[in-house]
């Protein structure tokens, strides 16, 4: 009996397609390619059979929709370096060391460009009035159209939104109310608290992380001073630099800079 049991599980699976399921005539079409004769005394036992034969495959669809893998969704993650990444719209993620993000793919072409993040990404945002883009943290809910901005996590208890361009709405998750940021304006959400504070720019020191590899010095303070804002110069231009800052504000690197190829470099307004 248990061999023509397993006989017919293996026929039922067989023939099994999502919504199209009829084991009772799975069952028939199986007992009459077979010559197996029906009997009133084994309704109740084909009743068992058939109710399990059932579960067992529903069982099996609830967990392959469990396990599955979402082949949809794509995770991308910086270990050591900065990666540079491009969106299906074409922004532009920056992800600085030991963070990560993740977008389902068809969603974000279809429907709405909506990111999560873990630690500290910049983000360059292709302009469209129809789709916002969303930017959700552990403690940050960031809404744009399209602008340049950098959200910082990497602290447990603390998030920032900077505003390099155009203009952001930032909420924190913990409440609803919202402020506006602006060029140049920066906003600090703490944990427990429901409304982002802003900060002005003087009291934030802007801190960078940079890698030159045999890098001509002209091209290093170039870099920089697109970075930081400024205007840096040197008569010492054609020197090259090979060094790594990681969170370092540009005075400490100007001043190891100097120190290391032995120049003077001097800091202007643009």
Known sequence: ???????????????????????????????EKNRISVH?????????????AAAIILLAVALHTVLRPDSERTVITAHAQRVNYLLPDSSLLTLYPYSSVSFCKQTYQNDRREIQMKGKVAFTVRHDETRPFRVLGRLTQTVVLGTQFTVDESRQDTASVQVTTGK????????????????????????GETKPRVISQKQEIRKGSFQFENTPLSQVLEQLSRYYQVRLTTQASDRRLTARFEERSL????????????????????
Do not use: W
């Open 168 to 191: 952001v709405r930032l909420t924190s998750l913990q409440g609803t109310e919202s402020v506006i940021l602006t060029k140049g304006m920066t906003a600090q959400i703490v944990k």
């Open 40 to 52: 009133k005394h084994s309704s109740f036992r084909t009743f068992l059979f058939t109710s399990g």
């Open 1 to 31: 009996m248990k061999e023509l049991e397993n006989k017919c599980l293996r026929f039922v699976l067989h023939y099994y397609q999502k919504d199209k399921l009829d084991t009772p005539k799975a069952l028939k079409a199986f007992k």
């Open 251 to 270: 005075d400490e690197i100007i001043e190891i800079i100097e120190k290391v190829l032995k120049v003077k470099i001097r800091k202007e307004k643009p």
